[in-house]
């Protein structure tokens, strides 16, 4: 039975707060790492070290052993804590919308048929990437995404199709897959 991805689905975010929160997160993650790099490298060099000799080995190796113990606690302890939970949503938010921009010829190929689950998986790549350019702050980027936005969503409303896309389906991707070999052959 083949994986699915769970439904990611867009969620109302401030951005100067989310911008806020990714940066306090960022700084304590940053942090753990100095700190965990110092200390190991200064107790390997103390444990394995030359007085007055090269010590570059131990000390790399700490900033190593730091940088996997870190992924370990991001990976492990702080991505359940609530003071990571914007950069968790902006890390999902961009990993949905890679997945479609991955398989773009083909979701391309579906919407210029009309297929309903192409049009509907392109309204939600243009409001998920509208909502990112929003939270990182690209103001210039989301306003030239408008027009294009605006296109789409009048001609799902000419299909009678519902414009409002806030989640992504995993079943859309897997069905814009058929469309590999129509828009390869040209």
Request: aromatic share 8%.
């Amino acid at each position: 039975m083949p994986k699915t991805s769970p439904i990611f689905a867009l969620q109302s975010v401030v951005p100067e707060d989310f911008r806020r929160q990714t940066r306090n997160a960022s700084i304590r993650i940053i942090a753990v790492f100095a700190l965990s790099a110092m200390v190991l490298s200064a107790l390997l060099v103390t444990q394995f070290g030359e007085t007055g000799g090269n010590n570059f080995k131990w000390n790399l190796t700490g900033v190593i052993l730091g940088v996997l113990l870190t992924s370990a606690l991001v990976g492990g302890l702080f991505r359940k804590q609530q003071w990571m939970a914007a950069s968790l949503y902006g890390w999902r938010l961009k990993r949905s919308l890679m997945s479609i921009t991955n398989q773009m010829h083909q979701l391309k190929a579906g919407v210029s048929q009309h297929d309903p689950q192409s049009m509907q998986l392109l309204r939600f790549y243009h409001l998920a990437l509208h909502h990112m350019h929003q939270l990182d702050g690209n103001s210039s980027a989301a306003s030239e995404l408008v027009r294009e936005m605006d296109e789409h969503r009048q001609a799902m409303e000419a299909l009678s199709l519902n414009p409002e896309q806030p989640r992504l389906n995993p079943e859309w991707l897997a069905h814009i897959k058929q469309f590999a070999s129509k828009s390869s052959v040209k």
